[in-house]
């Protein structure tokens, strides 16, 4: 994976459901969730003149970052899940899915890439890392068309 395109990939379509400067967060070692103003930290050798592609990949050599690629919201109907992202998907539930995929709140799905490598998680995240318990959570790999949708949509994504 080339993680400055890939950056760059995600980050031409957030103008849809993030603002393109506050989309990558950074992940502690317990997967609670850490900043997201990428362009006002400072340390990590960044330096002024340095891209936001720039900026992240000094601090992806110490910290996991994760990029959101889309939003997942479970309607309170049995067997409906949409993924939100540059394109609406539609992904048909069973009842065992719905049960344990869904969550009543809205999440942001992608991918953690664990520091100073290429490795990635597929996961979620709350949608704001407001509160003091917002954490990144591994989206179990199964052969379920929900898992499939996700990792699709994800690969387009990566370069």
Same mark, same amino acid.
């Given at each position: 994976m080339n993680?400055?395109?890939?950056i760059k990939?995600?980050?031409?379509s ?5 603002? %393109?400067?506050?989309f990558?967060?950074i992940?502690d070692e317990?997967?609670?969730m850490?900043?997201n103003n ?5 340390g990590y050798?960044?330096?002024?003149d340095?891209?936001y592609?720039?900026?992240?990949l000094?601090i992806?050599e110490?910290?996991n970052?994760?990029? %959101?690629?889309g939003?997942m919201?479970?309607? %309170? ?7 939100f992202?540059e ?5 048909k539930?069973?009842q065992?899915?719905?049960?344990e995929n869904a969550d ?10 664990k520091?100073n ?9 709350d949608v704001?890392?407001?509160s003091?318990d917002a954490?990144?959570e591994k ?8 898992y499939?949708?996700?990792e699709k949509i994800i690969?387009e994504?990566?370069?």
């Open positions: 993680i400055k395109e890939t990939n995600i980050r031409v957030c103008n849809n459901y993030v603002d %393109p400067d506050l990558a967060f992940i317990d997967f609670h850490g900043t990428i362009s006002e930290i400072e050798g960044i330096n002024d340095d891209s592609e720039e900026r992240l000094k992806h110490r910290e970052i994760f990029l %959101p690629v939003m919201t479970f309607m %309170p109907i049995i067997n409906e899940c949409d993924l992202c394109k609406d998907y539609n992904v539930l069973t065992e899915e719905f049960d009543e709140e809205e999440k942001l799905f992608g991918i953690l890439i520091n490598s290429n490795d990635y998680i597929i996961g979620k995240t704001c890392n407001c003091i954490s990144f989206i179990e790999k199964s052969e379920s068309e929900f499939e949708k996700i690969s994504k990566i370069i």
